[in-house]
């Protein structure tokens, strides 16, 4: 079994809610990242990029 497991923060989820998911499975987080999200949308026959949200996820390491 793996040391480390990636957990993202659902839609529907707060951070807490994962840091206690992640602490149900035995897991510690470890480092936290965060990235953009991106929709594409047309404008005067150009393609843009808008934010949207943010997708964080959580790396966690086994508690031994």
Request: hydrophobic share 30%.
């Given at each position: ?48 990029h808008v934010p949207i949200g ?11």
């Open positions: 079994m793996s040391k480390k497991k990636i957990f993202r923060v659902e839609a529907e989820e707060t951070i807490d809610h994962c840091l206690n998911r992640m602490k149900d499975e035995g897991y510690v987080p470890v480092r936290r990242m965060e990235k953009p999200v991106f929709e594409e949308k047309k404008q005067n026959g150009e393609t843009i943010r997708e964080i996820v959580f790396e966690g390491k086994k508690v031994t």
